[in-house]
DNA sequence: CCGGTTCTTTAAACCGGTTTCATTATACAA
DNA sequence: TTGTATAATGAAACCGGTTTAAAGAACCGG
């Protein structure tokens, strides 16, 4: 029933030459001449021969493999820079393979058994730094790893885009703090979790220098940290916004969670801006739909990029290892204005 | 400088037994002595042995890897469907390689080249119908192969997962219609395009069958198609918005679409629902943070689904064929009430 | 006409596993 | 004690390519 696939054994039969000289004909060896190479090719057209993959990859030792390694496919932000990443990619002869990260445990199999030479020629990781002990399994793997909004300072060995999310927290605050906010509040992930996601610490980390250069005291009942999303991010704003001294602003560390925010005003029936503005971070589509105030990064960019140097390295490995900072940008919408 | 790797002939020669045996002791086989085993394993453990994966692959025929072929990758559906697939996966021994089609080319490409033995062992289609001539393609591929939000009649040896988007339409047109509506535009992508999407044609369809059966006269100026899109949608939908007599109700055959209808409406003046009823089509996330009416498809689970028929024909290739209709469930919510 | 190149080609080794087949050791029944 | 079934193992073939080493053919100048 399964047809027998033709192997380059039976073009060499039929073509009266050796398997070597087929093999050579096939991939364009300057070892052959013109006419047997001819020859060959005829009969390979006629029997739509394709050369098996798998005995390629074992015989040369390539896999033609490239491997993306992302948290949680389910936030936005992630996506946008997949797309970046698929989208670099799809010209390429390189094909990718996505694994997706839901717990701590599959994240330390993966920085094991990915970046291997046997399973992939190279790594991209999004989102997710290393952390101290995975430092070495990077740092020696066998195939060139890019990582993506992710950073270590350990691994210079290694491609790494990231944006400033210190310097990005700080801009967010101190443009809350132009506007005439002294009470401004922050909802983010947790500072410590399992993922070492440190994006949302670090723009943490931002808006506290902001408020301390503004001589702004900084309030814990304004700070509040929980699983990334929608729900939590609006259980947060609503405990915040009915404080006795509610803040006048709230700052989320991504749009996903200032989409809770804006629930949780909405909810309360707080006008935004009048009574309280909001911003997000990341830009993704929804942002721009509700009109919200957020920080911009370029995500879609951040994997292109990712790529570009990840087969920049595979061409020439001797590539120099590149630290890049991307920029980013406030875009001010409808959701930000004076305090009350 | 790269260190070479450890084969199992390395493994064998410390553990005083031959490869053959390590490979049984490896692969759980009960051919081996369990003393032998641990003494293997120990060893195995030891040096950090991983068998090459393209070896295994060579040496059994199984590549361990599946593909599946979706369009944009861009469009809300298509990645939560995405999500449902690599979610389901996650467990499993196999690797999942993705290829995103951005034009017609690429997509014959795929068909032709992606479902072959020595690539994957297995193959899901997402959201692309095939065409005629391409029917044979699939139905004579080395690999089983599941369609999602796919389907051709043709193909009764494929598994089929698909939603019944002309009864879909349908209800959603005449749910307008028992609210009181009469002029009900339809904004939707092109019913012939290069990618044989399928969904947008029939959603029409079944609007206009409930046209139809209510005894309305189907006016081609509520009707709109072009690019998916907000973009699109949003200047079709200012257009039919302010014909001398507008629709009362516009159903778009999708979120996306929805929320550029959401966009003309505002930029308008028009209330929803006060003034303006509109309906979408998928109930992605965006569509409970606006408050949009939707018609739900169950998109995460078709993923979930296909993975698990797949699977199930990897172990028994005897499976018969499954045609699934997912049912799909109207969600009301604040974009829609009686006509003006 | 001979030795030395250059150009082609073949045969065989190799990549690193799995699997078949033959062999040996052990257990058990007659 | 012998014969036979059973368990465990090793040797070798195999998967389907690529690549190296060796060899043959053609051509050159001297």
Do not use: W
């Not at 009266?16 to 070892?31: D, F, H, K, W």
């Amino acid at each position: 029933m399964v047809k027998k696939a033709i192997t380059i054994r039976d073009i060499a039969k039929i073509a009266g030459v050796s398997p070597g000289t087929v093999s050579r004909a096939i991939n364009n060896s300057p070892l052959v001449n013109p006419e047997t190479r001819q020859k060959v090719m005829q009969v390979v057209k006629a029997l739509n021969y394709v050369p098996n993959r798998m005995a390629q990859r074992l015989a040369t030792g390539k896999t033609l493999n490239l491997a993306v390694i992302v948290p949680f496919f389910t936030a936005p932000s992630v996506t946008e820079r997949l797309k970046g990443v698929v989208s670099t990619l799809a010209r390429s002869r390189y094909d990718l393979i996505i694994h997706n990260i839901e717990d701590p445990e599959q994240r330390a199999d993966c920085f094991r058994t990915i970046p291997r030479q046997d399973r992939v020629d190279g790594v991209l990781v999004i989102s997710i730094s290393p952390t101290d002990e995975e430092v070495p399994l990077l740092a020696e793997a066998g195939v060139p790893i890019v990582l993506i909004d992710a950073h270590h300072p350990a691994l210079t060995t290694l491609h790494q885009i990231t944006v400033d999310d210190v310097a990005g927290g700080r801009a967010v605050t101190e443009y809350l703090i132009g506007l005439g906010h002294t009470r401004i509040g922050f909802i983010g992930d947790p500072a410590n979790n399992p993922f070492n996601f440190t994006s949302s610490r670090d723009r943490a980390r931002g808006y506290r220098q902001a408020l301390e250069a503004a001589g702004i005291l900084y309030r814990p009942e304004y700070y509040a940290e929980g699983p990334h999303g929608r729900r939590y991010a609006r259980e947060s704003a609503i405990k915040m916004l009915t404080l006795p001294e509610r803040p006048t602003a709230i700052f989320a560390a991504s749009d996903v969670q200032a989409v809770g925010v804006l629930e949780a005003a909405r909810e309360l029936g707080l006008r935004v801006p009048q009574d309280l503005s909001v911003v997000g971070y990341d830009d993704v589509e929804i942002a721009e739909i509700l009109g919200l105030t957020t920080m911009r990064q370029r995500l879609f960019e951040s994997g292109r990029r990712g790529v570009e140097l990840l087969l920049k390295t595979l061409e020439d490995p001797e590539t120099e290892p590149v630290y890049e900072v991307l920029p980013t940008e406030l875009v001010i919408r409808d959701t930000t204005g004076p305090p009350p």
